[in-house]
């Protein structure tokens, strides 16, 4: 079975600070990775996805994440963060092909000062 | 709909009764999972349907737990003799049918059903 572990569970920055939180994933085959995004008061929304290909993916508002497989990891980044990304992070997993569950970390709670 | 759809949003309820959740997923969608998220943690795997059936049921905590989706669209989780830690949101989730068959797992939630046993 497929695991998440995400490192960072509070992170607080400035505007304008550059962003980094750590995903790793346990799984001996091939997988799909996902960044989930929730907002205040909002529901979960995909921020950004791999399937294949380049292992560095951009999402929106500026977010990219690299899958290096090596590590196991995809990392999520943004190189200027803004006090609108204040929002809890959560990183997923699901084996590639077929119908298969996702597998979610506990989540990164983000919050940025202005 | 425009969305995937959860009723009730909020339901609070006496230790030992039973509660019924209800999800209706975005049109076409084939795939629905129900997920639980308790406070601090992530979104916890319960079930998912694959059409009618059940295609992995290993997340329900005990038999306490049932779900069904009779027709392949609307799905509802069952929950009998609540225990105060079953408090939680309950999140469903649907997904589509990607290239080739497979499951893109790119999930669509909806807001979730704040479920409070007293």
């Known amino acids: 079975a497929q695991s998440v572990s995400q490192h960072n569970h509070h992170v607080i920055l400035s505007e304008a600070a550059s962003l980094e939180l750590g995903c790793n994933y346990s799984?001996?085959?091939?997988?799909?990775l996902f960044w989930y995004v929730q907002y205040p008061g909002q529901h979960l929304q995909l921020l950004l996805k791999y399937f294949s290909g380049d292992p560095l993916v951009k999402g929106i508002k500026g977010f990219e994440a690299e899958f290096i497989k090596s590590k196991f990891s995809f990392n999520l980044r943004k190189p200027s963060v803004q006090w609108s990304d204040t929002a809890e992070y959560f990183c997923?997993?699901?084996?590639?092909?077929?119908?298969?569950?996702?597998?979610f970390g506990i989540g990164t709670k983000l919050q940025v000062i202005p | 709909g425009a969305g995937v759809s959860q009723t009730p949003s909020n339901k609070v309820t006496e230790k030992g009764k039973y509660v019924e959740l209800r999800c209706d997923p975005i049109?076409?969608?084939?795939?629905l999972y129900w997920y639980r998220q308790s406070l601090g943690q992530g979104p916890e795997f319960l079930i998912y349907?694959?059409?009618?059936?059940?295609?992995?049921d290993s997340g329900l905590p005990n038999d306490r737990f049932f779900a069904v989706r009779p027709e392949g669209s609307v799905s509802t989780l069952k929950i009998q003799r609540t225990e105060r830690g079953d408090s939680a949101v309950y999140l469903c989730?649907?997904?589509?049918?990607?290239?080739?068959?497979?499951?893109?797992?790119?999930?669509?939630f909806g807001e979730g059903s704040r479920l409070t046993v007293l």
């Open positions: 989730a649907s997904s589509l049918r990607g290239l080739a068959g497979t499951n893109t797992g790119e999930l669509f």
């Open positions: 997923a997993v699901t084996p590639s092909g077929g119908y298969q569950k996702v597998t």
């Open positions: 799984y001996g085959g091939t997988v799909n």
């Open positions: 049109s076409g969608h084939t795939a």
């Open positions: 349907f694959q059409g009618t059936g059940a295609a992995d």
